[in-house]
T-cell receptor, first 112, second 115 residues
Framework: QQQVKQSPQSLIVQKGGISIINCAYE??????FPWYQQFPGKGPALLIA?????SEKKEGRFTISFNKSAKQFSLHIMDSQPGDSATYFC???????????FGAGTTVTVRA | DTGVSQNPRHKITKRGQNVTFRCDPI?????LYWYRQTLGQGPEFLTY????????KSRLLSDRFSAERPKGSFSTLEIQRTEQGDSAMYLC?????????????FGQGTRLTVV
């Protein structure tokens, strides 16, 4: 069964707008939550990651918000740019093995 | 060596044939993971190694699949008697040892098409 559920499946945002992607997980043993960006024909690349001891982490235009009690986390892409057009995957793992459980992905299209 | 290398990038094979993929991880990365990604889905875990030891295999990995990592360096994933349902992108990732080695670096994948 899918351990990480991701929504929406796709979104379109205007240049300069905010993209928000949401994920929910089931396994309370998870203690590492990365977001990956994938372009067509390429492997996923780590964008930003968070551990459950913090509620928010920001790196440049990318912010993760984490709600441990709700078992939810989200990615906010601020000031979206056409180069951000890609598929984004949330994932979760626990630090014993770092075996990643991925969400189904969100295709983001940024219109100029 | 600047990243995880996977070969071949593309493979077309006829149903019933055997195929083998290779993954060269980043040097000194002791953990190596294989994932499978079908169109429109996130990668799914298949198996992983710590050095040369295969520590876990997913239930997705049928008896037709076998993976090795001799000497703890490169790894191979073999699929015997391929089926059309095996068509997917096969991704390899590696990470460094220790508490700081959280990031998994992915290769560009091998896209398998079974006809």
């Amino acid at each position: 069964q899918q351990q990480v559920k991701q929504s929406p499946q796709s979104l379109i945002v205007q240049k300069g707008g905010i993209s928000i992607i949401n994920c929910a997980y089931e396994n309370t043993a998870f203690d590492y939550f990365p977001w990956y960006q994938q372009f067509p024909g390429k492997g996923p690349a780590l964008l930003i990651a968070i551990r459950p001891d913090v509620s928010e982490k920001k790196e440049g235009r990318f912010t993760i918000s984490f709600n441990k009690s709700a078992k939810q986390f989200s990615l906010h892409i601020m000031d979206s740019q056409p180069g951000d057009s890609a598929t984004y995957f949330c994932a979760a793992s626990w630090s014993n093995d770092y075996k990643l459980s991925f969400g189904a992905g969100t295709t983001v299209t940024v219109r100029a | 060596d600047t990243g995880v290398s996977q070969n071949p990038r593309h493979k077309i094979t006829k149903r019933g044939q055997n195929v083998t993929f290779r993954c060269d991880p980043i040097s000194e990365h002791n953990r190596l993971y294989w994932y499978r990604q079908t169109l429109g889905q996130g990668p799914e875990f298949l198996t992983y190694f710590q050095n040369e030891a295969q520590l876990e295999k997913s239930r997705l990995l049928s008896d037709r699949f076998s993976a090795e990592r001799p000497k703890g360096s490169f790894s191979t994933l073999e699929i015997q008697r391929t089926e059309q349902g095996d068509s997917a992108m096969y991704l390899c990732a590696s990470r460094s040892p220790g508490a700081q080695g959280t990031e998994a670096f992915f290769g560009q994948g091998t896209r398998l098409t079974v006809v």
